[in-house]
């Protein structure tokens, strides 16, 4: 069977997305999967000393902020006002970022 962290509302949460990814581009979908799974195992450790409503709203709260300040300094507008597919789109534009380049 697979850990609690692995197997909860967080995790059925993801099916969507990460199907998505999948259809996507499976390169960037598989370098998804690590980050998916550290973040499930933090959400797990949070519920577990009862802080994830806390930290969970907090992380919310200043990564929206953080989100807006940015760009207000580029001067442009967020994408994900034009089309909601944008926000499924935003991880996988920051993870190929982190990935190195092809050439």
């Given at each position: 069977?697979a850990?609690?962290w692995?197997?909860?509302?967080a ?7 990460m199907l998505?990814?999948?259809l996507l581009d499976r390169?960037l979908?598989l ?5 998916v799974?550290?973040?499930?195992w933090?959400?797990e ?5 009862g802080?994830l409503?806390?930290?969970g ?6 990564a929206w ?9 580029e001067?442009?507008k ?7 597919a944008?926000l499924?789109?935003?991880p996988?534009?920051?993870t ?7 050439g």
């Amino acid at each position: 069977f697979a850990p609690d962290w692995l197997l909860n509302w967080a995790s059925l949460a993801l099916v969507g997305p990460m199907l998505f990814y999948f259809l996507l581009d499976r390169g960037l979908f598989l370098a998804m999967i690590p980050q998916v799974a550290v973040m499930l195992w933090g959400v797990e450790k949070l519920a577990e000393a009862g802080l994830l409503v806390t930290a969970g709203g907090a992380l919310f709260v200043a990564a929206w902020a953080g989100q807006f300040y940015g760009h207000r300094i580029e001067g442009k507008k967020p994408s994900f006002f034009k089309d909601l597919a944008f926000l499924l789109v935003g991880p996988l534009w920051v993870t190929r970022k982190g990935l190195p380049s092809k050439g």
